[in-house]
């Protein structure tokens, strides 16, 4: 059964950090993209960050750039997200997404709450 986990949400004020992780079970994660996306109220899903299976080549949304970090270990199946200096419009629901190009698979975390505020 494909489970991807998410925790290390929660409330933190304006300058501060979290650091989000995402454990995976139930399928090959050594072989998929990690992703991670964040939906605020009223907001379409965003992408925010993505690492390759290899941990090469990570990317970033402009708006994260210089501040987020996306990581991963293989040896844990697990993927993490970094976040400093984080501001108030980062505030959103955060999910964990696997990906594979070939054969096509999809799989979803359930979500982590992150809310930045004083």
């Known amino acids: 059964q494909v489970q991807l986990v998410e925790s290390g949400g929660g409330l933190v004020q304006p300058g501060g950090s979290l650091r989000l992780s995402c454990a995976a079970s139930g399928f090959t994660f050594s072989t998929y993209a990690m992703k991670w996306y964040r939906q605020a109220p009223e907001k379409e899903r965003e992408l925010v960050a993505t690492i390759s299976s290899t941990g090469a080549t990570p990317t970033y949304a402009d708006s994260v750039k210089g501040r987020f970090t996306i990581s991963r270990d293989n040896g844990k199946n697990t993927v993490y997200l970094q976040m400093n200096s984080l501001k108030p419009e980062d505030t959103a629901v955060y999910y964990c997404?696997?990906?594979?190009?070939?054969?096509?698979?999809?799989?979803w975390g359930q979500g982590t709450q992150v809310t930045v505020s004083s």
């Open positions: 997404n696997a990906t594979k190009l070939w054969p096509v698979r999809n799989y």
